[in-house]
């Protein structure tokens, strides 16, 4: 029986090492993604900012209307408002799913301790 015990225990444990090698996997193809996000937001900020500080010399100038410049600003304020709900939703959605892996491994270590017990009366 406590072959059988080993047995089982060295499966989970590979199981375990499969996984934190998946979480560690999917950490790093997080990290890319954001790191592209925030360059790709910097580069989009930098050519705004160069477009309106030009809009603001030719506003100065009085040959653009005030409307004009505002405009220079929108299409980087929907992006970055797009990004916060993305980051908003995705946030939430992990929160959740935490806090289901979590009751789901006290699920099982008490199952586990329950199974000790009864093992441990025989």
């Not at 444990?13 to 790093?28: A, G, Q, S």
């Not at 809009?55 to 916060?84: D, K, W």
């Not at 929160?95 to 199952?111: A, D, H, K, N, P």
């Amino acid at each position: 029986m406590t072959k059988m015990n080993e047995k089982s225990k060295d499966a989970i444990w590979k199981m375990i090492d499969r996984e934190k090698k998946k979480d560690v996997f999917v950490k790093r193809i997080s990290k890319m993604g954001w790191t592209g996000t925030v360059v790709m937001l910097l580069f989009f900020l930098t050519i705004t900012l160069i477009d309106l500080s030009r809009m603001v010399g030719l506003y100065g100038e009085g040959m653009v209307s005030r409307q004009s410049v505002i405009n220079t600003v929108v299409p980087f304020a929907i992006v970055l408002g797009g990004l916060c709900l993305i980051i908003a939703i995705l946030s939430t959605i992990g929160v959740f799913l935490r806090m289901r892996t979590t009751s789901l491994l006290e699920i099982q270590q008490r199952l586990a301790n329950l199974e000790q017990m009864v093992v441990a009366k025989k």
